[in-house]
């Protein structure tokens, strides 16, 4: 429920902040998954929301929910994205003044679960086309800390029998430890090199793409924070399937400690 309200929440962005004068906030989530500390300057400070010249928090976008944590001491309750700018809303912001350096710091547990989440999302959409066919691809997806879904392009509702070979594939994947390389690509150079299939749910803006390629095994335009070898997911439990209209399958999954967590469950109830 606590996520629900997060993700309701972090839509409702009504009032514009004026951010104008401000240079695009840099986003060092890029970086690394694993990197939750860093430095960095107070640009401008609006009520409860607060812009740094950089960050390592991850607003909510492209399905995924954003990062929580503190900046110097104060929580992070949101995080959300306004044009070119990353704008973090604090329990509140005492003490905090414009070119001050602030230490901040993610929840490294809840980001590591959401990354899991992301990766595997591009896991399980490789693992389906590989059961279903060429014809199944990502029509939408959301990932939260406790479970993520994939929405799928498919003709029929996907019985137990492929969701259980769909979730042998995807563990499989997980198994054989594939290097994922993440790297900015112009759009017509990664189109050039992969073709149109990189637009999995939809076709993000820019001359630029972050392409995300899992080798040999799936390749996306896709700017959320994602693992860096197929192993870091540890696991993933395929929960069930449901067909939301003709043509659009919903598989909901859970990776990592969600998906021990879940196991778990299965054994209690044994």
Known sequence: LHEKQLQEHQTKHDEELDLDELEETKALYYQDWKLNKFKA?????IGNNVILQETLFYPTSGGQLHDLGAINGKKVVNVFKQGKHIVHVLEDVKGLKVNQEVDGEVDFERRKQLAQHHTSTHIVNAAARKVLGNHANQAGAKKTVEKAHIDITHYNAVNDDELKQIEEESNKIIKNKITIIKSFMPRTEAEQKYGFTIYQGGVPPGKMLRIVNIKDTDV?????????????????????ATKLQDG???IEFTAGKAAMQEENKDAKLI
């Not at 300057?41 to 400070?45: A, F, G, H, S």
């Not at 996306?220 to 069930?240: D, P, Q, R, V, W």
């Open 220 to 240: 996306e335009a896709c700017g959320g924070t994602h693992l860096n070898n197929t192993a870091e997911a540890e696991k993933i439990k395929i929960l069930k």
């Open 248 to 250: 659009v399958v919903r």
């Open 41 to 45: 300057k107070v640009k401008k400070i």
